[in-house]
Antibody
Framework: EVQVVESGGGLVQPGGSLRLSCAAS????????MNWVRQAPGKGLEWLSY????????YYADSVKGRFTISRDNAKNSLYLQMNSLRAEDSAVYYC????????????WGQGTLVAVSS | DIQMTQSPSSLSASVGDTVTITCRAS??????LNWYQQKPGEAPKLLIF???SLQRGVPSRFSGGGSGTDFTLTISSLQPEDFATYYC?????????FGQGTKLDIK
């Protein structure tokens, strides 16, 4: 069964850092592009970042560019999101999602991990 | 950057109704248009990819159409489990932007 499971969320002070992880199982992780998406309370989905299967290409939303870094370890079947200089508006549920198919749809999502940025 | 505009932002309907949600891209995205369903407290679920292809296990009352910049999601004969929020998404460009969502609730 294809599965992705996020972890690493929690409460952090403004200006702080947090590293999210996404553990993949049930598929050949090294063959898939991956993404991070977040959802603030009561708001819609916001795409944050993409990484290709080898880790050589990354894209970011303007809202996180320069503060967040996506990475992966194919040997550990894991995806990461390093979040620095956190702001209150970064408070959200963070999802990792597998990208698949010829039209790059997000076919597998984790349950999400909650990040709260507050003093 | 490409923008995705969904309408309406909310919609009330009854069981058995047919509803259509529209999504407009600010630039052509060929067929790189996907639809997701999200229920409260749950992760989004892929419904339709590549404009009109149904994800495995999704009921046939869901259908997608359109091309270029204008797309639709139609749900025929609404069932109680269909009341949720729906998002379109383009994956032709980075950022892989989502529409703002359409909340479908029971009239």
């Amino acid at each position: 069964e294809v599965q992705v499971v996020e972890s690493g969320g929690g409460l952090v002070q403004p200006g702080g850092s947090l590293r999210l992880s996404c553990a993949a199982s049930g598929f050949m992780f090294s063959g898939y592009e991956m993404n991070w998406v977040r959802q603030a309370p009561g708001k819609g989905l916001e795409w944050l970042s993409y990484i290709d299967s080898s880790g050589s290409t990354e894209y970011y939303a303007d809202s996180v560019k320069g503060r967040f870094t996506i990475s992966r370890d194919n040997a550990k079947n894991s995806l990461y999101l390093q979040m620095n200089s956190l702001r209150a508006e970064d408070s959200a549920v963070y999802y990792c999602a597998r990208e698949a198919g010829t039209t790059d749809y997000f076919d597998s999502w984790g349950q999400g991990t909650l990040v709260a940025v507050s003093s | 950057d490409i923008q995705m505009t969904q309408s309406p932002s909310s919609l009330s309907a009854s069981v058995g109704d047919t509803v259509t949600i529209t999504c407009r891209a600010s630039q052509t995205i060929i067929n790189f248009l996907n639809w997701y369903q999200q229920k409260p407290g749950e992760a989004p679920k892929l419904l339709i990819f590549g404009v009109s292809s149904l994800q495995r296990g999704v009921p046939s009352r869901f259908s997608g159409g359109g091309s270029g910049t204008d797309f639709t999601l139609t749900i025929s004969s609404l069932q109680p489990e269909d009341f949720a929020t729906y998002y379109c998404q383009q994956t032709y460009y980075a950022p892989r932007r989502f529409g703002q969502g359409t909340k479908l609730d029971i009239k």
